[in-house]
């Protein structure tokens, strides 16, 4: 998660950024922050909350520039705590230096050994200041950006987007497997740089094209250029994007994330028919999901859980507790739809099974006569270290269950995960390029104590770095 933007503009960025981080809200909840240049200062302003808590008139009128960048977080690697708010800022001989990131390392624990092992402290708990570190260590040694960004990519496991500003320059990088989204767009008088298309829509602007695995995107008042640092014998976008984090309206890697969700719904019909009288989505995240499902079967759409739409997403709450108590406010069933119907529920997944639950006994109390889950994921069966707020199997009511042990603990008549082929097929690319680590147990980097795939990386110099395809357990 975590939502990340670029903007060089001349016309001034900070109402632009801020706009951006707005479309971009739903990737991460926790705090937001921007920071600008205006050729000689950085302007910057940070906190705790949600965008429109964090800034006011007043505050983006004083992050004067024509170059900045900002940042939503939602909480992976690092505990919640101010000093973790993003873009981090830095001064380096007489260097500026500003950086956000979406993504998480799996290495993170073996970089900061070896940095602390040289004397070098950290001020927050996260793995973007890690990410720092690298970069600045290597422009100490070849002032170069190009052997700065080299050298991430080398020595950095996991996934990451990164946008970065030094000295007015704007940089944008992501990770050679490109798991996590980022893209560019064209603005009135200049260039952005975003997790996802939403956040150029929001400017009027156009969307040009996906930074490519192993690119590097430089945006200086002289236009745009980027090179290719590193080319990975395959790619592994995360199949989360697709199924729950990006917003409907986003384009990913080429793909329309509604359509990919509508095509969904369609094959859950495909594979799990069933007899009712309205086909509900849980809003917002199943709603295209469950008008596949109805274009397919002919069931009736019928929207029977009305969403408060000043609630935030409770999956990325960030205890079980809060989690379960926002349900009830979060939703509230229209009883004149489901008085004595059969429905089927569609919803993207299930992880915990706590508010598949607790929804499914709302539905009953409002007079639900059967309810049919379908969901637009297979089964979570392993955990996510790559940015997903699931870190252990005990957690995964589906890691240790067959389906119908938890269509039992969900008290839902019958349930349907979509398969994997479905499911890959709806996306429409092949299996290989894409992150199935949370439903396979397979992953695309090399993690302690799990299976991964070997993947060989091209590096700009000519060099090569093949992954092991197993770590045991220390």
């Known amino acids: 998660m975590c939502g990340i933007v670029g903007i060089r503009d001349a016309g001034g960025v900070s109402f632009s950024i801020y706009y951006s981080l707005y479309a971009l809200q739903h990737r991460g909840q926790e705090s937001a922050g921007i920071a600008t240049f205006d050729g000689t200062k950085l302007h910057k302003h940070k906190a705790q909350g949600l965008v429109a808590e964090v800034f006011d008139p007043e505050i983006l009128c004083s992050l004067e520039g024509n ?33 956000a990131h979406n993504g998480n390392l799996v290495n993170d624990r073996e970089l900061r050994d070896e940095f602390e092992a040289k004397g070098q402290i950290f001020s927050t708990t996260t793995d973007t200041e890690l990410i720092a570190k690298l970069l600045i260590d290597e422009l ?52 952005i740089m975003a997790s996802e ?70 094959k859950l019909h495909e594979e799990a028919p069933t007899s009712a009288d309205l086909v509900s989505p849980v809003p917002d995240s199943g709603t295209a999901y469950a008008i596949g499902y109805s274009q397919r079967s002919d069931i009736p759409f019928v929207e029977s859980l009305m969403k408060n739409r000043y609630m935030g997403r409770t999956f990325i709450m960030p205890s079980q507790t809060e989690r379960e108590k926002a349900v009830r406010i979060k939703l509230n069933p229209i009883r004149e739809f489901l008085a004595d119907r059969s429905v089927v529920l569609v919803d993207d997944s299930i992880v915990r099974g706590t508010t598949s639950r607790r929804i499914i006994g709302i539905m009953r109390d409002a007079g639900a006569r059967e309810i049919h889950m379908r969901i637009g994921s297979p089964a979570i069966k392993a955990p996510c270290y790559l ?26 008549n ?61």
């Not at 939503?72 to 919640?80: F, I």
């Not at 000295?167 to 560019?184: A, E, H, N, Q, T």
């Not at 019958?414 to 949370?438: F, K, N, P, Y």
């Open 67 to 99: 170059v900045g960048i900002g940042h939503v977080r939602y909480p992976t690697t690092g505990a919640n705590r101010p000093e973790n708010a993003q873009p981090f800022n830095f001064f380096f001989r007489d260097r500026i230096i500003s950086i």
């Open 140 to 191: 100490g040694n070849s002032g170069s950006i190009e052997d700065a960004v080299h050298r991430c990519m080398r020595d950095l496991q996991g996934s990451y987007s990164v946008v970065m500003m030094i000295d007015g320059v704007l940089f944008g990088f992501r990770d050679p497997l490109g798991i996590k989204p980022m893209c560019l767009g064209k603005t009135k008088d200049g260039y």
């Open 197 to 266: 298309s939403v956040a150029v829509d929001a400017l009027g602007g156009t969307f040009i094209r996906d930074i490519y695995p192993g690119e590097l995107v430089c945006i200086d008042e002289e236009g745009l250029r980027s090179m290719q640092i590193a080319r990975a014998g395959r790619r592994a976008h995360c199949i989360f994007e697709y199924i729950y984090f990006a917003r409907a309206d986003s384009v990913l890697d080429g793909k329309l994330v509604y359509d990919v969700r509508r095509t969904i719904g369609k």
């Open 387 to 412: 940015g997903v707020d699931m870190p252990t199997r005990e957690e995964l009511i589906a890691s240790d269950k067959e389906e119908e042990e938890v269509r039992r603990r969900i008290t839902a």
């Open 414 to 474: 019958t349930l349907h995960h979509i398969s994997l082929a479905a499911l890959v097929e709806a996306i429409g690319c092949d299996h290989r390029s894409l992150c199935t680590g949370c439903l396979t147990g397979c992953y695309p980097v090399p993690i302690k104590g799990e299976v991964s795939e070997p993947v060989r990386i091209e590096f700009l110099d000519g060099t090569y770095q093949t992954k092991l395809e197993r770590f045991e357990s220390e």
